[in-house]
């Protein structure tokens, strides 16, 4: 049972193109949805979270967009570069669960020049 | 800067082996995670742990067990290395914030 859906499973943009990935969800008990951005041979990374009560919330480039009542939220990186170039994972933790992440199953980006 | 080490980068075991995958981490963070990444399925939880010699199931716990003797340190093991274990294995921790550090994962091969 998967209880965060990520679209699409690979995406191609070219520079300076905005890349959208999508996650959707039905635990209405997840509380935080951060971001990661994992590069290859690294760990994944906290790129940009957001909680529930807020619609959109934006760090240079990078934006999510949330909408609670279709129970989705997106990134959007605007004016892609190669070196975005990595595999993005949504996630969401659950309220009470304690710090555990439920994550999707991850967005490879390639950004072409 | 939070740092997370795994004890090997690359593993190649043998079917039946008993493998020990040891984490590390340097914030004194209460929270430890055993993830398995596999293409197409993202990060799966194996198991987690909220204190020393505490720990919890997360969503694959199969065929694994953890040991948490220390605060900074908690190992994964898998008691008898099957070839459906084969992946990439990322340990994390957190402390008072949400935020998850990760370390740089293993890949593990059983053959």
Known sequence: ?113 | DVKVTQSSRYLVKRTGEKVFLECVQDMDHENMFWYRQDPGLGLRLIYFSYDVKMKEKGDIPEGYSVSREKKERFSLILESASTNQTSMYLCASNGGSKTQYFGPGTRLLVL
Request: net charge positive.
């Open chain 1, 1 to 113: 049972q998967q209880q965060v859906k990520q679209s699409p499973q690979s995406l191609i943009v070219q520079k300076g193109g905005i890349s959208i990935i999508n996650c959707a969800y039905e635990n209405t008990a997840f509380d935080y949805f951060p971001w990661y951005q994992q590069f290859p041979g690294k760990g994944p990374a906290l790129l940009i979270a957001i909680r529930p009560d807020v619609s959109e919330k934006k760090e240079g480039r990078f934006t999510i967009s949330f909408n609670k009542s279709a129970k989705q939220f997106s990134l959007h990186i605007m004016d892609s570069q190669p070196g975005d170039s990595a595999t993005y994972f949504c996630a969401a933790r659950e309220a009470g669960g304690g710090n555990k992440l439920t994550f999707g199953t991850g967005t490879q980006l390639k950004v072409e020049l």
